[in-house]
């Protein structure tokens, strides 16, 4: 006897949001109607005892140091997984179970927890007539990419068979009838987190539901690049237009093989394609739709000319270590391995800059650019093949991008009043007063010039009284052009609704920086109420930040960045990215005609009068 899955529809999925559920969960429905056949049920590999092998890849690089592993059973006993480096970034665990029920299996490394461990994992009775499931899905997976285990219904009879997902991100299911018994689930989830796997079978959980798997982030970045190595023959046509040919190769198996026309440095007509196959091959010229003279063309491809990974050979530092912002490099010889295409890619914590370069030998040096250190796996195929010694395991050392943060908590501003002296206090050095300007447009539509006072040395106060309540827009221009940050928003009144998108920043210091000198921004945070203020800058090197809170919904920031190169800068409220963070900022080395406009604040003063 055995049950196989029939879908009452067409890959019936039913989204539920449930009121229960904590926010951010997603929950995912499939429902199946299980039929009974006549035909048996052949289990799979199995241990001695009859279980299912535990058997799962899991990310992870081992460099110095040792990862063991321990299962605890349910018994209270422990067990040894046996843990395998696969060489290329992973390993594999392997475990037989000898016990039904619950396990809980711990891997470490030098001692401590890898981000996966602990995984829980359920062991059912082997060939209990129930409905049981095994399979990695329901224990581990990493977000982005498909996740699968089994579902077994032989002798399970006739009934419903319910399947739900619930975790951090929707998980799209599908279902594949093996037609043996079982059906093979699979689900995508597309953020990292703890997913719980719902199996029922007649409205019943099966041994070991709900299932929690441990989904992790994919941190690891790949960087390809392909390059072509073709022959060129020789062709016996006399023809001086090549725009008006066109070419086509036949292979002696009959495959046709993409080719070019191209015209030889000793200006004979040629033909250039990468040869696959050993004997004649048949080239026809084709001229306003008929052969020219001499086509077809015969040329004859020997073995030496088939391209052979074997015969390819790769050297260099780069294949075994390189260290973080640092060329890495090494070199790919194709000479003796006839004529194929040269694929590259570099797999690790960062993606890389992949740059290609053809020696005079004959042979190209290959260089990529980490800035992360970790293990980095680099492939190199010749031909479609893997290079002897690809993949190869490459230890990446120094420091990487350093992240420098902190968080300061805003308080709500007083509030502004009809009538209230407001003022906006912007430093902007080496300047000229008489080249600012600006207005402020009240929430009917009346816009008045703003006075511009020269307070402290290169800072000025923007001066309104408003008539109005509510939102208004202040413009502050310098030569026509507003400064950083400009137009501000100011709420006379109550403030309304606050949040992240209320925030405002602006200043030189998100747009470029020099290193060694203080990068200045200034943030605005009085429309947005109270809450948390974050700010973070990270790049090549420690950048020391320094923060000036002014007391009134508005401070100062500047940060020093140590070396030149690339930095991000987030600014974050209550937890969220304020409108255009991350910055991506370009920090250059030092140079002496640094001139900046910076709204270092953007204060309100209220002061009462007459009217």
Aim: include cysteine; charged fraction near 20%.
């Amino acid at each position: 006897m055995r049950s196989v899955f029939w879908m009452q529809m067409s890959e019936l999925f039913k989204f539920v949001n449930h009121g229960s559920l904590p926010v951010g969960v997603t929950l995912w429905i499939l429902t199946f109607l299980l039929q009974v056949t006549e035909e048996p049920y052949v289990p799979g590999d199995m241990n001695g005892i009859g279980f299912k092998p535990f058997d799962m890849v899991i990310p992870f690089a081992v460099r110095k140091g040792e990862i063991t592993g321990e299962v605890h059973m349910p018994s209270g006993k422990t067990a040894t997984p046996e843990i395998v480096d696969n060489k290329d970034g992973t390993v594999t665990v392997r475990y037989a179970p000898v016990e039904v029920g619950l396990h809980e299996m711990h891997i470490k490394y030098i001692g401590n927890h890898i981000p996966e461990s602990p995984l829980q994992f359920y062991v059912n009775y082997p060939n209990s007539g129930n409905v049981t499931a095994y399979g990695p899905g329901l224990v581990y997976g990493v977000s982005n990419k498909p996740a699968t285990f089994t579902i077994v219904t032989e002798d399970a009879g006739e009934g419903g068979l319910d399947l739900a997902i619930e975790g951090p991100s929707k998980a799209e299911i599908s279902c594949i009838d093996n037609k043996d018994g079982t059906c093979t689930v699979t689900y995508l989830p597309t953020l990292p987190g703890d997913y719980s796997i719902l199996v029922k079978y007649n409205d019943k959980h099966i041994p070991g539901s709900p299932f929690t798997a441990k989904i992790t982030d994919d941190s690891r970045r790949r960087s390809q690049v392909k390059l072509g190595s073709a022959a060129d023959f020789l062709l016996d046509i006399n023809e001086s237009d090549l725009s008006l040919l066109t070419a086509s190769i036949k292979a002696p198996s009959g495959r046709d093989e993409p080719c070019l026309l191209k015209r030889l440095p000793n200006n004979h007509i040629g033909i250039s394609f990468i040869p696959r196959e050993v004997g004649e091959h048949w080239v026809s010229i084709i001229k306003n739709g008929s052969h020219v003279p001499n086509s077809p063309v015969s040329i004859m491809v020997v073995q030496s000319e088939i391209g052979d990974a074997s015969r390819a050979r790769v050297s260099g530092r780069g294949l075994v270590e390189g260290r973080t912002f640092e060329m890495c490099d090494f070199i790919v010889d194709t000479r003796d391995a006839g004529y194929g295409g040269i694929s590259l890619a570099v797999e690790g914590p960062s993606k890389v800059d992949i740059q290609t370069e053809d020696l005079d030998d004959g042979t190209c040096r290959v260089s990529y650019f980490p800035t992360v250190p970790g293990v980095y796996i680099v492939s190199t195929k010749f031909a479609d093949e893997h290079i002897p010694g690809s993949p190869f395991t490459v230890k990446i050392s120094g420091e990487g991008r350093v992240k420098e943060s902190i968080t300061r908590t805003q308080r709500a501003p007083s509030v502004a009043t009809v009538g209230s002296l407001c003022d906006l206090n912007l430093k902007i050095p080496e300047i000229d007063i008489g080249d600012m300007s600006a207005r402020v447009t009240s929430p009917s539509g009346r816009s008045t010039d703003a006075e511009i006072v020269e307070h402290d040395k290169n800072t000025y106060c923007v001066r309104f009284v408003p008539q109005e309540m509510g939102v208004h827009t202040v413009e502050v221009r310098y030569r026509r052009q507003h400064v950083p940050g400009s137009p501000f928003q100011f709420t006379v009144g109550p403030l309304g609704e606050g949040g992240a998108n209320k925030v405002r920043a602006g200043g030189p210091g998100l747009d470029r920086a020099e290193a060694g000198i203080p990068a200045e921004f200034s943030i605005w945070t009085r429309e947005a109420g109270a809450g948390g203020l974050s700010i973070a800058v990270e790049g090549p090197s420690k950048a020391e930040i320094a923060f000036e809170d002014h007391k009134d919904g508005s401070c100062g920031v500047s940060y020093t960045a140590q070396e030149p190169g690339n930095y991000e800068v987030s600014i974050k409220f209550n937890d969220e990215h304020i409108p255009e963070s991350p910055y991506l900022v370009p920090v250059i080395a030092p140079s002496d005609d640094a001139r900046r406009l910076t709204v270092m604040s953007l204060q309100v003063r209220h002061k009462e009068t007459s009217q």
